[in-house]
């Protein structure tokens, strides 16, 4: 069992940054960032391995968001920079316990309870 529970969005302009975290209990295998707009699917945004340490991004975010997560492997972080209006979702952070595709959804076993980014232009 993996409880998640994420902080940090909020009202930012564009450029600005934000930074997401999410509070971890319990064991995983990946860890991963996905967004959601009304009438669209949830989309991966960024994944890290939890015992390897390596990283995924969606195109529309390289080199813009950066995903780590603490030593104690408690908490996982996405540091948002340069925020566009697009970027503007509901981010889940979502613990997957088994091999997978690191941007599907359908892999991930446990979800938070998302917080919403708005960007304002």
């Known amino acids: 069992q993996v409880q998640l529970v994420e902080s940090g969005g909020g009202l930012v302009q564009a450029g600005g940054s934000l930074r997401l975290s999410c509070l971890v209990s319990?064991?995983?295998?990946?860890m991963g960032w996905f967004r959601q707009t009304p009438g669209k699917e949830r989309a991966s945004v960024a994944a890290i391995g939890w015992i390897v340490t390596k990283t995924y991004y969606a195109d529309s975010v390289e080199g813009r968001f950066t995903v780590s997560r603490n030593n104690a492997s408690t908490t996982v972080y996405l540091q948002m920079n340069e925020l566009k209006p697009e970027d503007t979702a509901v981010y889940y952070c979502?613990?997957?316990?088994?091999?997978?595709?690191?941007?599907?959804?359908?892999?991930?076993?446990?979800w938070g309870q998302g917080t919403q980014v708005t960007v304002s232009s």
């Open positions: 319990g064991r995983a295998y990946m």
């Open positions: 979502a613990a997957r316990t088994r091999p997978g595709s690191y941007d599907n959804r359908e892999d991930y076993d446990y």
